[in-house]
C-alpha cells in the first residue's frame, strides 16, 4: 500500500507543477470514493480505512503544495537573473 502513497504524492506534484487547483480537488473526491468503494472488498476496518484514505489525502495535498513550490520558486529565481538591461524603463 506504500505504492499509493508514492503515485498519490506524485500525482500531487505533478497537478502543483501545472497550479491546477481544480484537477487537485477532483482527485481528492476520487480518493475518498475509490476508498469508500474498495475498502470494504479489502476487509480494511472503519478507522484504517479512513486513516488510509486521510494519508492518501494528506500525500496528495503535500506533493502539490511542493510542486506549487518548485513552480514559484524557479519563476522568481529567473526574474531575479535580470540584468538592468532588461529593464523595460
Do not use: E, H, K, N
Request: net charge positive; glycine share 8%; with cysteine.
Amino acid at each position: 500500500m506504500l505504492w499509493l502513497i508514492v503515485v498519490a504524492s506524485v500525482a500531487g506534484f505533478l497537478l502543483g507543477v501545472c497550479l491546477r487547483v481544480p484537477a487537485v480537488i477532483v482527485a481528492s473526491a476520487a480518493i475518498v470514493l475509490t476508498s469508500l468503494v474498495v475498502m470494504p472488498f479489502g476487509q480494511w476496518s472503519l478507522i484504517g480505512g479512513t486513516m488510509f484514505t486521510v494519508a492518501l489525502l494528506c500525500s496528495l495535498q503535500g506533493g502539490y503544495l511542493v510542486g506549487a513550490a518548485v513552480l514559484l520558486s524557479s519563476s522568481t529565481r529567473s526574474r531575479s537573473t535580470r540584468t538592468t538591461a532588461d529593464l523595460p524603463f
